[in-house]
């Protein structure tokens, strides 16, 4: 079994005040080498329990493998990994977890509600829990029209709801989606961002593997930025996008010792006729600036602050080749 | 009980391969092509023979009968389970349930109990059909001719079956199903080349080809239960004569049978141990 015995973590068991309470997965220094190729090459994350935590990163990134490290699915070559304060892998804390894997299949001659029963007995579920649950899950995820029918006939998108069904059916702790938007239209996305908010309100953690930063935009607490297996950065989402703003101004009557006195709060002032961008550390200098230029003389027509997209914030950190 | 459910899932989803199917529809048709040999024979005989012989008659030809089953069961089991781990790894059908909190052994024992369930309803079946065809005719023509230890033979085909599961659930751990069936059906290639040497062996008295078969029975000892099985099954004349399609010169001992048990036995526990540590 690909247990990750983490030497250091002794006190978790023994303290109910350690981290372990406060988080849902602690990595340190977590490491796979297949073959000659290091697929993670040290990954330290800690994810506070509750939140929602985007793991982004490009193709090959290490996202996947770091996903089944945390599940036990595939052995650490190194570090230490805890997960709801076991051992990343531990039988026993994988009843609390939930899991949707990358492109879900499973014996398609099943029917909808047959493999929801079927996951459920492996969380070792009563058939009482399950007959009121099964239903529910299959509404949740729209498939009840469709409960009759067998996997073989489920389209792509399909598949992706019944999968994410399966992952929550045991009310998990914590919920593991790799790529979970995978092959669903623009309401199944929706759905998924629906189930996330209320499975954070339910007070469960959801680790969230994606490249599909406008769903992690909307959804994610806190994001790691992974790149050739390893974290480059780990941030809350609000401040990532709040930080340096650019903002574009359209002014008349600005003389030059006016724009130069924007320096003050901006950097990067460039002025073209009546159009001028500069950056600024934060949205909250924009009214100071408004009314430095209105008493300077200007008359000023726009001003707009250009919020980076989590896209762009992306591309800054991971690079624009992507990891390749 | 995680083990049980995958047992359950695991024997549905074999009783669903298009496989299993075609080796019964084999079987059957097998089976009706036997009885019709078998009627003819019985009802052609132009001079009345002693019914004596006519059963011992009737015996061999039973026993090339089963002989076909053996064959069948033997590819239907290898060519079912071949890709049910190798194929699930590669297509992700595993993780969903290996992220569940079953242990891996639990998974692979389930597994493997689901096809040990499979081969068992079709080694019932053939044998007991065949059983039961060769029975009825002769019932009807002289007097029904059951082979004797007909239980103990059928178990002893049973275990060849699930040696050779076992085996391919060993190398479905490791191995692509293309590789895992050429492996698994090899060896029993080999098995069987190196019982029908033991047995010439013996009746041309030469020790050392006998011992090339033992060797062979060592390595693999899937065609030695077959050879057992026909000890257990065969009329007690024909064994004493040594006379008849399986001559039995050299008949594998109980302690052939105890060593294909263990040899079983640690190839599931060398796949409990590789799948319990391979990356999925």
Request: with cysteine; hydrophobic share 45%; proline share 4%.
């Given at each position: ?5 983490s ?33 993670v090459?040290?990954?330290t994350?800690?994810?506070p ?12 990134a ?14 650490p ?5 805890t ?33 929801l029963r ?37 389209s792509?998108?399909m ?7 399966q ?12 790529e ?40 994610c ?7 050739h297996?390893e ?8 401040d ?39 950056g ?5 200098v ?20 250009q919020?980076?997209?989590?896209e ?13 | 009980?995680g083990?049980w ?5 695991t ?7 298009r ?10 048709a ?12 019985l ?15 009737v015996?061999s ?7 076909a ?12 389970s ?15 349930v ?50 004797p230890?007909?239980?103990?033979g ?29 492996m ?5 290639g ?18 050392r ?28 004349l024909?064994g ?5 399609p ?6 594998p ?28």
């Amino acid at each position: 079994m690909a247990e990750c015995h983490s030497g250091g973590n002794h006190s978790i068991t023994q303290s109910p005040n350690h981290t372990s309470a406060q988080f849902a997965i602690q990595t340190h220094d977590l490491r796979k080498v297949f073959g000659g190729k290091v697929a993670v090459r040290g990954l330290t994350l800690e994810v506070p329990r509750g939140e929602v935590f985007g793991f982004l990163g490009p193709n090959g990134a290490g996202k996947s493998t770091s996903i089944k490290m945390l599940l036990g699915l595939v052995a650490p070559t190194g570090g230490q990994a805890t997960v709801l304060g076991a051992p990343a892998g531990n039988v026993e804390a994988r009843r609390q977890i939930g899991f949707l894997p990358e492109h879900f299949r499973f014996y398609d001659w099943l029917t909808p509600g047959e493999l929801l029963r079927l996951h459920g007995r492996l969380y070792g579920m009563s058939p009482a829990q399950l007959r009121d649950r099964v239903p529910a899950l299959l509404d949740l995820v729209g498939l009840t029209p469709h409960r009759d029918k067998r996997l073989s006939e489920f389209s792509k998108g399909m598949l992706q709801r019944i999968g994410l069904a399966q992952a929550l059916i045991n009310e998990p702790d914590l919920i593991f989606l790799d790529e979970p938007t995978s092959g669903l239209d623009p309401i199944g996305r929706r759905l998924v961002r629906d189930i996330i908010k209320t499975e954070r309100s339910r007070g469960a953690t959801v680790f969230l593997n994606s490249h599909l930063l406008s769903e992690v935009e909307i959804t994610c607490d806190r994001v790691a930025f992974l790149k050739h297996g390893e974290v480059l950065e780990t941030r809350e989402l609000k401040d990532l996008l709040e930080g340096e703003t650019r903002v574009s101004i359209r002014a008349r009557h600005l003389g030059a010792e006016a724009l130069h006195g924007l320096g003050q709060w901006a950097t990067a002032v460039r002025a073209e006729g009546e159009h001028v961008t500069l950056g600024v550390p934060s949205s909250d200098v924009l009214p100071e600036i408004v009314r430095y230029l209105v008493a300077s003389g200007a008359d000023v027509y726009e001003v707009t602050p250009q919020r980076l997209s989590l896209e762009e914030r992306f591309l800054q950190i991971v690079g624009e080749d992507g990891g390749l | 009980m995680g083990a049980w459910i995958m047992a359950g899932v695991t024997f549905r989803e074999a009783a669903r391969k298009r496989i299993l199917w075609m080796a019964l529809a084999a079987g059957a048709a097998f089976i009706a092509l036997f009885s019709t040999g078998l009627y003819f024979q019985l009802k052609d005989q132009t001079h009345p023979a002693n019914p004596l012989i006519t059963r011992e008659a009737v015996n061999s030809v039973l026993m090339v009968g089963l002989y076909a089953v053996d064959a069948l069961a033997i590819v239907m089991t290898v060519l079912t389970s071949v890709d049910t781990l190798s194929g699930e790894i590669a297509s992700g059908t595993i993780h969903a349930v290996a992220a569940k909190p079953i242990s891996r052994w639990q998974v692979l024992i389930g597994k493997w109990l689901g096809f040990v369930g499979m081969v068992t309803l079709y080694v019932a079946l053939m044998v007991g059909g065949i059983t039961l065809v060769t029975y009825a005719l002769s019932a009807h023509f002289i007097s029904g001719v059951t082979p004797p230890h007909l239980l103990r033979g059928t178990f002893l085909i049973w275990l060849e079956c699930v040696l050779l599961l076992s085996l391919t659930f060993l190398f479905g751990t490791s191995f692509s199903a293309l590789t895992n069936g050429v492996m698994a059906l090899g060896l029993h290639g080999l098995a069987f080349i190196g019982g029908w040497t033991e047995e010439i062996g013996a009746v041309v008295h030469s020790q050392r080809a006998v011992n090339v078969g033992i060797v062979a029975s060592l390595i693999i000892p899937s065609e030695t239960l077959w050879r057992r099985a026909v000890f257990e099954m065969q009329s007690p004349l024909m064994g004493v004569l040594r006379f008849g399609p399986f001559s039995n010169a050299s008949v594998p001992s109980g302690a052939m049978v105890a060593y294909a048990a263990i040899y079983l036995a640690v190839a599931l526990g060398l796949a409990i141990r590789r799948f319990g540590r391979r990356d999925l």
